[in-house]
């Protein structure tokens, strides 16, 4: 077995060893806490919907992105009540998602996914919310002409973080890293090791409106990086338009309840990832699939303020939509292969 054939190998054990001492690390928090029940929280409870937003003792300031409030609450409701440091632990559970989309184009060249993804909150130590440790795996296939002697699997193995830091009353962070190991299994070389990333600032000195900056790393070796620029626009509570590259959308929510609220959305953007794998005839090579989409759905989410679309609890958002423009592209030895246009059926779902 080659060097990076028994890294990939190494890589993947360290992955499912780091998930594993990630939990039993969380585990001792839950049991630490349970002792201290005394330990109590703040809460701001309005008096007309009971909705609260939690706000810890042992942590320095709020945040939003935490919030579990669906309308700003006049002060005049604002009560101070005890609430158990049970929703800390809540907040601090590890987020599951799954997710499959297939992509049909009437037969001679379908793409199907599936994939699971693992976010698991760290301890907030700088205050709500903490940094957070992301864990995926993703399988592909996609059926072509024999003729064409591509392989029909493909694999995406990743690890990484993501934090969102509040700076003043108007500028905020977004920043995410990790690495992943695309392959069909055989090419484990350096082709297959990809970094993945990005960096956002986003100013915002009006609820109305909100102006993003910064630089997205996709991994592909056709786009290895674009720039994030877009302003994200919220007339209505119950409007949001994000006019942002590379994924624009408009999200109407239509309904609010005690916990949950329902979406419905239209976007688009672009779309693709780059896998290493070996030819027949054993030389190694890298193919990109990408394509643009149009797309509409529908999202069954946790309630929460027109600014936050991070709020913990279930998830279930479908979407499908009209994909063009696709093509496999390949570091070498191949031309471009252009595909039919196809229809994309997408669910994600969360907890």
Request: with cysteine; aromatic share 12%.
């Amino acid at each position: 077995m080659s060097r990076i054939g028994s890294y990939f190998i190494y890589l993947q054990k360290a992955s499912l060893r780091f998930t594993l001492v990630s939990l039993a690390l969380i585990g001792p928090l839950f049991a630490y806490e349970e002792q201290n029940r005394n330990i109590e929280s703040i809460v701001l409870l309005n008096a007309e919907t009971n909705d609260w937003t939690v706000l810890p003792l042992a942590l320095k300031e709020p945040d939003r992105m935490f919030s579990s409030v669906g309308q700003e609450s006049s002060t005049t409701n604002l009560h101070l009540v005890k609430r158990s440091s049970e929703d800390i632990k809540e907040l601090m559970k590890p987020i599951v998602g799954l997710s499959g989309e297939y992509i049909a184009d009437g037969g001679e060249t379908p793409l199907g996914s599936t994939g699971v993804r693992i976010t698991v909150p760290t301890y907030p130590v700088w205050g709500p919310p903490p940094p957070m440790v992301n864990l995926g795996y993703e399988f592909t296939w996609l059926d072509t002409p024999g003729a064409w002697n591509l392989p029909s699997e493909f694999h995406e193995y990743r690890i990484g973080a993501s934090w969102i830091r509040t700076l003043s009353d108007n500028w905020k962070t977004r920043a995410w890293a990790g690495i992943s190991i695309n392959t069909e299994g055989e090419n484990t070389s350096s082709d297959a090791l990809q970094f993945r990333g990005g960096l956002l600032a986003i100013y915002s000195s009006v609820p109305e409106y909100e102006w993003i900056m910064g630089v997205v790393a996709l991994g592909r070796s056709d786009l290895p990086a674009v720039p994030a620029l877009g302003l994200n626009y919220r007339p209505h509570e119950d409007w949001t338009f994000e006019f942002t590259f590379p994924r624009p959308q408009a999200t109407y929510t239509y309904k609010r309840s005690f916990d949950r609220q329902l979406s419905v959305f239209m976007g688009g953007g672009l779309n693709g990832t780059t896998w290493a794998y070996l030819e027949t005839n054993g030389q190694e090579n890298q193919l990109t699939y990408s394509d643009w989409r149009i797309v509409c759905g529908w999202e069954s989410a946790p309630l929460s303020n027109s600014e936050n679309r991070f709020t913990p609890g279930k998830r279930i958002r479908i979407e499908t939509g009209y994909v063009f423009d696709r093509e496999l592209e390949f570091e070498t030895l191949r031309p471009t292969i252009s595909l039919n246009d196809a229809w994309t059926v997408n669910v994600l779902f969360s907890y």
